[in-house]
């Protein structure tokens, strides 16, 4: 066979090549990008197929069909590739369409011309019959539009490299592998088609369609080519929810995603990409420490940051990345947040201290039930007792045990009177409901059950509340530590005396205060107070402090579970403050500056 037969032999093989891809591509056409492929290869095929008719052909009118022919692909086929890469990219996503008919024009141009040639000589001026070699039959001139085409073509096939090359250093290995497939596929047709300018007059750029060929069918077969773009792969990468940072064989972070910048904000601080992770990451030395750890095997740890006032938590894994022969190429280190989880397991903590508090604190009421009540009334019974035995004694000694039974009878009702409220605020079970409360409107509810008491002595009550301030508290428990508090106030202060209640947010608390002007607490008592005993033996029986005591037990363990506490600052003869913390927010102050000394209880 002569070289002729040879030439179309191969050009006819790689039209046969053109069309396979064609086959294996519409499969996938509801895609884009193989949509786009599949028109590129019949332009190729037509390219191709037409030319080795050109090589066979023996006459001038045969040679210029086999122009025809190959001119139904040669003006497109380097624009349909650059219409591939832009869509193989992502790029131009907002005006793509109107990109894609102006790249046309020209192409469109060039094949009109060429099928009107005869007319207008643009594309070729003039053939000439080749006598010296047998390829190619006629040797053509170049008219304008020829020259016009050629140099459209290659600043076509530029622009396409060029999108290529950013892409490339941000994309993962596998996707690398597409992309020098695809450039590969568009290079050597270009490199064969240049040998024109070193005076080559055989057209070899239809045989780089062979090479192309074969380089998209190992595409397609080894690297999956068009399977998943990497504008797929891309978009799947910046959406994930975990944060993700591809780092190469020599320790470079070489892609992150946006999950990733949120957690490290240090990723956004390198100029270019590949850059040493030792560098980027100089901020993090723990996390460095784990990567260095994990060496090239997989690796789980935790890592927590601070945002701003709140600590995140993460779960982060180190995997390493191989190719098809297990050969090492790098690792990915991803960050799973886990914030709200550790927040839940805060707050179940939480919730399982309160509910330990609450069940102690239902176990120091039976204590106080066994001392507190029984014993009283046990004294009834011997008062009751002893008045039945003294009947004939004087009316004197009568009154003094008629005042004693009044005594404990009143100091009993007291004590049962502060059991029943409490029960009554739980309807018979240990609760917890904490809700906002504007603090100045429970205040005044207070203030208000306490006034009828207060009137009866002259004491005046006022308040010194925020309107904007807000607690977070359990209503019924909030109620009754301010109707104890507000007792003891009104107990021990003398007729025509004063309370107030102010409040104010301290370091993220609510802290209430209710001042009284009565008689303080003298040292011994104050003593007794700051027990932790839920109860506690008065020292005579004119002393009823016990009552009180149990009342700011209540309150104290009300406190507790709210994450609070009690105190108070106290000045025998002049008064008494005590204070107490919630959680709340807004402003305010304490009208009260003059608590020098605390005790707590």
């Known amino acids: 066979m002569d070289i002729k037969q040879w030439m179309s032999i191969l050009l006819f093989i790689a039209t046969a090549i053109m069309l396979f891809i064609s086959w294996v591509s519409y499969r996938k056409r509801h895609l884009p990008v193989v949509r786009t492929m599949i028109v590129l290869m019949l332009a190729a095929a037509f390219y191709a197929f037409g030319y080795a ?125 597409q992309i020098v497939v695809l450039a590969l596929g568009a290079a050597a047709p270009m490199l064969l088609n240049a040998v024109f300018f070193f005076g080559v007059a055989v057209d070899l750029t239809p045989f780089g369609f062979v090479l192309s060929g074969i380089a998209y069918v190992w595409g397609i077969y080894r690297f999956n080519l068009l399977r998943l773009m990497p504008l797929a792969q891309a978009k799947i990468f910046d959406t994930i929810r975990d944060g993700v940072i591809v780092i190469d064989g020599e320790d470079r972070i070489v892609n992150f995603n946006r999950s990733a910048l949120s957690v490290l904000s240090g990723l956004g601080g390198a100029s270019r990409y590949p850059e040493h992770a030792e560098k980027v990451l100089a901020g993090y030395p723990e996390l460095l420490a784990n990567l260095r750890d994990a060496g090239s095997g997989e690796s789980r740890f935790p890592f927590r940051r601070l945002d701003g006032e709140r600590l995140r938590h993460y779960h982060c894994s180190v995997t390493p990345i191989q190719d098809s022969d297990e050969m090492p190429l790098g690792k990915i280190l991803m960050f799973n947040e886990i914030t709200e989880l550790k927040e839940n397991e805060s707050r179940l903590r939480e919730k399982t201290r309160q509910l330990a508090e609450l069940n102690a604190f239902k176990d120091k009421l039976f204590t106080v039930v066994a001392h507190d009540i029984r014993d009283p009334i046990a004294l009834l019974v011997s008062l009751t007792e002893l008045l039945g035995e003294e009947r004939a004694a004087v009316d004197r000694e009568h009154d003094e045990l008629f005042l004693e039974l009044k005594e404990q009878v009143r100091s009993t009702f007291q004590l049962v009177e502060h059991l029943l409220d409490w029960y009554r605020s739980q309807k018979g079970q240990v609760q917890f409901r904490p809700m906002s409360w504007n603090l100045q409107q429970v205040v005044r509810q207070a203030l208000s059950l306490a006034r009828a008491k207060a009137d009866m002595k002259r004491i005046a009550m006022t308040e010194s509340v925020g309107e904007q301030l807000v607690v977070q508290a359990d209503k019924e428990m909030l109620d009754l530590i301010l109707r104890n508090l507000l007792a003891n106030a009104i107990k021990y202060t003398g007729i025509g005396g004063a309370i107030e209640i102010g409040a104010a947010l301290e370091n993220g608390a609510v802290v209430v205060a209710v001042r009284d002007n009565g008689t303080g607490i003298d040292p011994h008592v104050s003593e007794q107070l700051q027990m932790e005993q839920p109860f506690f033996k008065p020292s005579s029986s004119e002393d009823d402090s016990a009552n009180a005591r149990f009342g700011l037990v209540l309150a104290r363990e009300f406190l507790r579970i709210h994450g609070g506490r009690l105190w108070f600052h106290s000045v025998p003869g002049k008064g008494t403050t005590f204070y107490f913390s919630l959680t709340g927010a807004a402003g305010g102050r304490i009208p009260f500056t003059d608590a020098r000394e605390e005790a707590s209880l």
């Not at 102006?102 to 009107?116: E, N, R, S, Y």
């Open 53 to 177: 008719l050109e090589v066979l052909s023996r006459n001038l009118n045969e040679f210029k069909l086999s122009l025809q022919i190959e001119y139904l692909g040669i003006p497109f086929v380097s624009t349909l590739w650059l219409i591939l890469v832009i869509q193989f990219t992502g790029a131009a996503a907002g005006y793509r369409k109107r990109l894609t008919v102006a790249l046309m024009i020209v192409p469109a141009c060039v094949f009109g011309f060429h099928l009107t040639n005869d007319w207008h000589h643009l594309v070729y001026e003039r053939y000439i019959l080749n006598t010296d070699t047998p390829v190619p039959l006629y040797t053509t001139v170049k008219g304008i539009w020829y020259k016009v085409h050629m140099l459209y073509n290659y600043s076509v096939m530029l622009c396409g490299l060029l999108l290529f090359i950013p892409m490339y250093l941000r994309s993962l290995p596998a996707t690398r592998k």
